[in-house]
């Protein structure tokens, strides 16, 4: 008799598990293919962490109503270990396995190549922000970068660098060994030369060198004004400056990847970073250069984590919403649907400012994310806002003369 | 032709600073293997516990630089002497048990630092601020004291094993397990002194490495091949092939480093210790 | 005797498991098993080292050959899969010939550290030189599709289901390949020379003969498996057939057990199904693993297949 009414509990159960839980609300689930160990676990947490306040928010307010059915999202996921075969292994688990079609977060260049293997097949939105010409092109549409790559944001850097210190004639440019590092470097010298200044020497370096005195001596020798680290990763590229200051280099420095300005004062220290450009990284609590709403969501993410957020996280935390709300406009869940949404009703606005998907004269079709570029520079151990820069494409669509608003 | 000396000069100091960090880490390596007859590739994470001993003690609760490093020493040589004696001393001479114990403890001990410490790398305070300006030569103040304190611990270490009781025991050890034992030596001692020792110097270069670079949890995977490469071509086992061969690798980066692309030197450096292993394997100064 | 028939007799049952297993298998599972298959040629291979002593861990090395060589042929060169296969394998196995000579004349500890040497530098190799045709650190992608044009037949071998019964038969034609040996008169020189060599030698017996043909045969085997990884993955980095990998590789081997044949294949499917279910745990999965190592060598020095032996050997 008991194990009767056990049995019929449970076909109860079951059946209000399956058709109960779907008349009312059905689960999106939104993946995220990053590196949660390894070398680069510093960017693959802020993004995971960027996609699971987005979620929360929006399943606060009754999650996504799409043709009549209430959406509830999910976000799973998986650790790649900066490895590329597990990358792909994690793509084809979130799609066959936890049957996505959106996969929103996604860093390391090899990684990112080894997952479109998997989404392009499939028809998934991948979204991620490592650089690199290749993972974007009409032939992969659902690709999307969401963070200002090297090739969107060297023209400012150089610009703002060139500006400032109009006696530079020779840089130097250094980076990791990995696609990132080869985009920034080669992208750096293109936009170095339109202000006339000549490469004079281009170095890459395995990811795990620690003593940079071989390279920067080579690289000292031909006496460059201005050393740039391109795309090194945050420890590695505080111990180049430092050496390099160590060992006389005096000076003008920028990095253009430099995901987090206090990490690089604290390590290199206050003499050797001092004057330091950076792209990717700026003052988030200087009003004259940010949204506010910048400044008060880098406040809830420290409360909430006790982490600093970089710049990768942030703009996965944009890019959401404007996928999410392309999604609501769209009325639709179909990926192809929702792109072409994201890049008909841009610009879009974002806690970075205005946003939109584009850079289709470098990549044949608009999948780069971009934004006003603020370029910060350190200045006496702090990090101060030295300018800012409007890609063409942006400024057809929001004008040339821009301005944060006060 | 550019004027060549500076760099060279350069290339110089920085390879012999550069051979005495490597000699402190790698010197634990070869007595382990002198001594337990063990490949030890978890010794990378015993250094990298002691740059971590100097962000807690150093960096942020403003400890003295030098106590830091005596207790780093004393705390991971402890640890290591009890790691020994409880997990490795099963696996004596078995070398590919001992190999998947090495992996797992490596698996164990970074993602734990990772968990305690977080994923960012950590920064250390420099020890001893300041620049010195030679003509046209620059280096820290800071690598200079590091590298007169490493060799200050290599002098020690060569009295301990030639002058002490435990040391003469280490070497009986390495050259006839069996003879050292009816001599009355107790060998499971011995060898997990031995490995504690090796793990307190690789905190120790752990300790002093931390201001200069900066701590995370992958350090020791970095460090631990060069060393390897150091210990075969001094010869497993020889504490004074252990500096010959930090010399001649701290030298072979800094000049090779400076004037040839770093993949092309570090091609040369394993086909050469592939050579060696061929044609002499116990490596320039070590036993048969 | 009896203790290796019991083990011995299971291959012909498991043959059509192998065949019907995707019909209840999830589309992801299929891909996890691809991995097994390929994993189970590697691990094997190494086994076959170790009957005569040798620690090789050059292994991942020669599956990278194996996966560059075969990537090179048919994406570049436009080659057709099915020859390229067997020709990786051809490959790899000179490259083992010629390495044999200097390599199988060093002896226990010193070899395993050649090996070590010989697997970083072929990394460095692939990462550093020849960018143009390796593509460097990023890797080398997309690879080419395998096709298969056969009496009507237009396959093209894209998905999971595909993946698993393409490296399925090469793995249960290469596991029966090396269990012939394995009980041949090869494997019983093999066996002997990791007893006592000098011995043999003294009856006539060209030792080095037999540890090259072993070790030759070894990199055939490791060569199929990287193309067949190249192939199925889609994109190859120089990474993949790093160390880590090795390790991994090497860990299988102990927690199976290398003394049985098919050790190294429980170990296989143990220690991959582990890494699925981690892969849930997202932080945790590295220590768990490490954990679980820890506890075997501990608690099962012999490995799975040790116990397994201990269950059904008489008391």
């Known amino acids: 008799m008991r194990r009767q009414i056990s049995v019929m509990l449970f076909i109860v159960w079951l059946v209000g598990a399956i058709f109960v839980g779907n008349v009312f609300s059905e689960t999106l689930v939104i993946g995220a293919n990053v590196p949660l160990t390894g070398p680069a676990a510093q960017f693959g947490l802020g993004k995971m962490r960027a996609l699971e306040m987005r979620i929360e928010e929006y399943n606060a307010k009754g999650g996504l109503n799409i043709k009549g059915v209430n959406y509830k999202m999910k976000l799973v996921a998986y650790d790649h270990k900066t490895q590329p075969g597990e990358a792909a292994s994690v793509a084809k688990k979130l799609i066959y396995d936890d049957k996505t079609k959106f996969i929103l977060a996604g860093a390391v260049g090899a990684c990112c190549r080894a997952a479109e293997t998997a989404t392009i097949p499939n028809n998934v939105m991948f979204v991620f922000s490592c650089a690199g010409k290749e993972l974007l092109g009409p032939d992969k549409p659902l690709n999307f970068r969401d963070s200002m790559s090297s090739e969107e944001q060297c023209y400012a850097l150089m610009a703002i660098v060139k500006k400032a210190n109009p006696h530079i004639k020779t840089i130097a440019v250094l980076s990791s060994n990995d696609t990132t590092g080869w985009d920034s470097c080669k992208g750096l010298i293109r936009a170095a030369e339109k202000f006339g200044i000549k490469c004079v020497a281009e170095e890459y370096f395995e990811r795990d060198v ?5 390279v920067l001596a080579r690289i000292l020798a031909k006496k460059p004004d201005l050393l740039d680290n391109a795309g090194t990763p945050l420890a590695t590229g ?10 006389g280099y005096r000076g003008v420095k920028s990095w253009l990847g430099c995901g987090m300005p206090q990490g690089l004062v604290n390590m290199a220290g206050p003499e050797a970073s001092e004057g ?47 996928i999410f709300d392309s ?8 990926p192809h649907v929702i792109a072409q949404t994201m890049v008909e009703t841009q610009p879009h606005q974002t806690f970075l400012g205005p946003y939109i998907f584009g850079n289709e004269g470098y990549y044949g079709i608009k999948r780069a994310g971009m934004h006003p570029a603020v370029m910060g520079q350190i200045q006496k151990g702090k990090m101060v806002n030295a300018g800012f820069a409007i890609h063409p494409d942006l400024a057809k669509l929001i004008g040339e003369n821009w301005k944060f608003p006060q | 032709m550019e004027d060549l000396s500076p760099i060279i000069m350069t290339c110089i100091i920085n390879g012999l600073i550069t051979a005495m960090l490597y000699m402190l880490v790698a010197v634990g390596a070869s007595l382990v293997f002198g001594i337990l007859d063990i490949v030890n590739f978890a010794h990378g994470e015993f250094y990298m516990f002691g740059g971590f001993i ?56 970074r993602e734990s630092m990772r968990f305690i410490f977080g994923i960012w790398d950590k920064n250390v305070p420099v020890a001893f601020k300041g620049i010195i300006e030679i003509g046209k030569i620059s280096f820290s103040v800071e690598r200079l004291v590091i590298t007169i304190v490493g060799l200050v611990l290599i002098v020690v270490l060569y009295l301990f094993i030639d002058k002490t009781n435990q040391g003469r025991a280490m070497r009986a050890i390495a050259q006839n397990p069996e003879a050292a034992a009816l001599q009355g030596v107790d060998i499971s001692y011995i060898s997990s002194l031995a490995f504690g020792i090796g ?73 050469s210790i592939f050579i060696l292993l061929v044609i002499r394997p116990r490596g320039l100064l070590g036993h048969a | 005797m009896r203790k290796q028939n019991l083990p011995g007799m299971i291959p012909i049952g498991l043959i059509p498991v192998i065949f019907l297993l995707p019909v209840i298998l999830p589309n992801y599972w299929l891909h996890v098993f691809a991995l097994i298959f390929i994993k189970i040629i590697l691990c094997l291979s190494m086994r076959q080292m170790m009957l005569t002593g040798l620690l090789n861990l050059s292994i991942s090395a020669f599956m990278g050959i194996g996966a560059y060589f075969s990537a090179l042929m048919t994406t570049t060169l436009g080659f057709s899969f099915w020859y390229i296969i067997l020709l990786s394998g051809i490959v790899c196995s000179l490259i083992g010939f010629l390495l044999s000579f200097p390599l199988l004349k060093i002896k226990g500890v010193y070899f395993f550290l050649g090996s070590i040497c010989f697997s970083v530098g072929i990394v460095v190799l692939f990462s550093n030189f020849f960018v143009k045709t390796f593509g460097g650190m990023p890797g080398f992608a997309p690879i080419a599709i395998v096709k298969l044009k056969l009496m009507g037949l237009d396959v093209k071998f894209t998905s999971n289901l595909s993946h698993y019964y393409l490296t399925g038969i090469v793995a249960l034609l290469s596991v029966i390949v090396m269990k012939r040996l394995e009980f041949s008169r090869y494997g019983l020189y093999w066996k002997a020379i990791s007893q006592a060599d000098r011995l043999i030698e003294t009856v006539g017996v060209n030792l080095f003969k037999y540890k090259t043909f ?23 980095t120089p990474n993949d057939f790093a160390l880590e990998f090795q390790f ?37 999965e590295l220590i768990g693993y490490g954990f679980i190592l820890l506890f075997t060598m501990i608690f099962m020095p012999k490995g799975i297949a040790g116990m397994v032996e201990k269950i059904y050997s008489p008391k």
């Open chain 1, 327 to 334: 999604m609501i406009k769209a009325q639709s869940l179909d």
């Open chain 2, 199 to 271: 793990c307190g110097l690789a905190a120790i270069a752990g300790v002093l490495i931390a201001p200069l670079l900066y701590v995370s949890t992958g350090m020791g995977a970095t460090m631990i091949i060069t060393v390897f490469n150091i210990i075969i071509l001094g010869g497993l086992g020889s504490v004074s092939g252990c500096l010959l061969g930090s010399l001649i690798m701290g030298f072979v980066n800094s000049f090779g480093g400076t004037f040839f692309p770093q993949a092309v030197v570090n091609l040369i450096i394993y086909m």
């Open chain 1, 276 to 322: 330091t450009y950076l792209g990717s990284s700026w003052d988030y609590n200087d009003p004259k250069f940010n949204m506010r709403e910048l400044t008060e969501k880098l406040k809830v993410y420290k409360a909430r984590y006790g982490d600093e957020w970089d710049y990768t996280g942030i703009s996965t935390y944009a890019s959401a919403k404007i």
């Open chain 1, 210 to 214: 620690t003593d940079f005195h071989p």
């Open chain 3, 248 to 284: 991994i590789l090497t860990t299988i081997l102990v927690v199976g057990g290398f003394e049985s044949f098919w050790g190294p294949v429980l170990g296989v499917f143990f220690l991959s199904i582990i890494g699925e279910i981690l892969r849930g745990f997202g932080q945790y």
């Open chain 1, 238 to 247: 505080c111990i180049v400056f430092k050496q390099a200051y160590e060992m």
């Open chain 3, 214 to 236: 072993n070790f030759v045969i070894s990199c055939f085997f490791c060569g199929i498996s990287g193309s067949l990884y190249a192939h199925i993955m889609g994109i190859i």
């Open chain 2, 54 to 109: 100097a962000y807690v003690l150093f960096g942020q609760l403003h400890l003295n630089y030098f106590l830091t490093i005596g207790i780093a020493f004393l705390v991971v040589g402890t640890f290591g002497f009890f790691i020994e004696k409880f997990i490795f001393a099963r696996f004596r001479r078995m070398l590919l048990q001992s190999f998947i114990v090495c992996m797992g403890l490596i698996w164990i001990f």
